[in-house]
């Protein structure tokens, strides 16, 4: 039996970074992947998806070019090139996290886990079974597309995010069952290439729990790309096969209709990866949805035995999972740490991208803060003008007493860029005065944060202030 300090059982971003930290720490660390080092996020999400986005920008602003005195040939889309940069995209990133991992003394082991005990478990893998003893165990084997009774995924006619990242062919009419982020993203690079998208939302907005204000001028944008939308709708299932499908809703007074399409994309949801590994047989506990409830240092029930990412709950982001597994691997080291986040940042990189940290306005109210707000339009900014990306605004939430600042929610060019300043203000303890005082260089898109501080005052520069 071979025996660790500590076992990371998931090589995502929350285990593969939890493990590299272990080993600087001088932790005899494993780590043990049954599929690809790198997880969703870098092999079938994240990466993938912000590589095909990226096409889409470069696919519209070539059409554009002109606009500014370019003349170019019309461009077209070959998907199955395209799916070729983004897998080197991956190969490269998921080989640098391989080596990363060897460099800090871990040792990679394949296969799947099962605990056989609260101190061991056993790998199953190609090179047959092992048994592996351990004084402390992380759990990292993250999340996965909830698939819905009225439409199981076959892959090829109903399909998850997982295969709409590795399509060889633009589909001609896309239907997307949930307007959350992972369906927007890919619903809008998709209509980028050419497609017709329509998506079905059962909430009454899309993105929901985002800032209302985001989300309507997010619409509009929608609208425009001819993005069709049906919020407060329920999709009750399909008809057909080989791409000739129909898709049957109901909207909220009952009223039923089909939409034709060759596609159909679901985005409801994930669920947790915490079946199939004897947690049972280690003594840790789930919840009734499989989410691993823990403490503030990421302890199971168990106390060796931690818990990190989407398995855990939360937010199902992939910076937060790698927060928490540095939090983990710390105590796991004998460091007293804690995980403390005032606010998550997050990002959706729909076009234009949209970033929100901290409390929406409504949450604000709801909080019982006394709200002050306020905006800055993109339209108002030069460097936007110049990069002809000028749809959307920075929003500053803050409390009109304290003039602490509570929330930022960003729609427009490089939000996810942005937000990371707004995160830092709020975990800082900032107030509206000490973004508006600080000087940001111009021209950039920074400046907008800037801008919607003194707006919060009524003292924004380059736009009319609202008496």
Not at 113 to 125: D, K, M, N, Q
Not at 354 to 360: F, H, K, Q, R
Request: glycine share 12%.
């Amino acid at each position: 039996m071979k025996s660790f300090d500590a076992v990371v059982i998931g090589a995502g971003p929350g285990g593969y970074v939890a493990a590299i930290r272990l080993g600087q720490l001088g932790v005899k660390t494993a780590i043990i992947e049954r599929e690809n080092v790198g997880g969703v996020c870098l092999n079938w999400g994240c990466i993938p998806s912000k590589a095909y986005i990226q096409a889409a920008k470069l696919f519209e602003g070539i059409h554009g070019a002109a606009e500014v005195g370019i003349t170019v040939a019309a461009p077209a889309i070959d998907l199955k090139k395209t799916r070729a940069w983004k897998d080197s995209i991956v190969q490269r990133l998921t080989g640098g996290v391989s080596m990363l991992l060897q460099k800090a003394g871990v040792e990679i082991i394949k296969g799947q886990a099962r605990f056989t005990g609260p101190t061991s478990l056993v790998v199953e893998g190609a090179e047959g079974k092992q048994e592996i003893g351990f004084r402390n165990a992380m759990i990292a084997t993250g999340s996965r597309s909830l698939e819905i009774p009225p439409f199981p995924y076959d892959g090829k006619d109903v399909i998850s995010s997982t295969e709409a990242l590795d399509l060889d062919a633009v589909p001609k009419h896309l239907c997307v069952i949930g307007g959350g982020v992972i369906g927007l993203e890919i619903g809008m690079y998709l209509n980028a290439f050419g497609a017709e998208v329509t998506v079905v939302e059962m909430m009454d907005q899309v993105l929901p729990g985002v800032d209302a204000e985001v989300v309507k001028t997010l619409g509009r944008v929608l609208k425009k790309r001819k993005i069709k939308v049906h919020t407060s709708t329920k999709a009750l299932g399909y008809s057909g096969k080989g791409g000739k499908l129909e898709v049957e809703i109901e909207d909220q007074k009952g009223k039923r209709s089909k939409i034709a399409c060759d596609k159909i994309l679901v985005s409801v949801g994930r669920r947790p990866n915490s079946e199939n590994l004897g947690l049972d047989q280690a003594g840790v506990q789930t919840d009734k949805r499989g989410f691993i409830p823990v403490d503030q240092q990421l302890r199971t029930n168990v106390a060796n035995i931690f818990a990190i990412g989407d398995v855990a709950g939360g937010m199902l982001l992939a910076h937060k999972a790698s927060k928490e597994g540095l939090v983990a691997a710390a105590v796991i080291a004998g460091k007293n740490e804690i995980y403390d986040v005032r606010a998550m940042p997050g990002a959706i990189f729909t076009e234009p991208e949209v970033a929100t940290v901290g409390l929406s306005e409504e949450q604000a109210r709801a909080a019982g803060h006394e709200v002050a707000v306020g905006r800055f339009p993109f339209t108002a900014l030069g460097k936007s003008l110049a990069a002809r990306d000028t749809e959307g605004f920075v929003k500053i939430v803050s409390d009109k007493k304290t003039d602490l600042v509570l929330g930022v929610h960003i729609i427009g060019a490089h939000a996810s860029d942005l937000i990371s300043e707004a995160a830092l203000a709020i975990e800082m303890g900032a107030t509206v005065e000490d973004i508006a005082l600080t000087v940001h260089p111009h021209p950039t898109l920074g400046e907008s944060l800037m801008e919607a501080a003194e707006a919060v005052h009524g003292m924004a520069v380059h736009i009319l202030n609202p008496k």
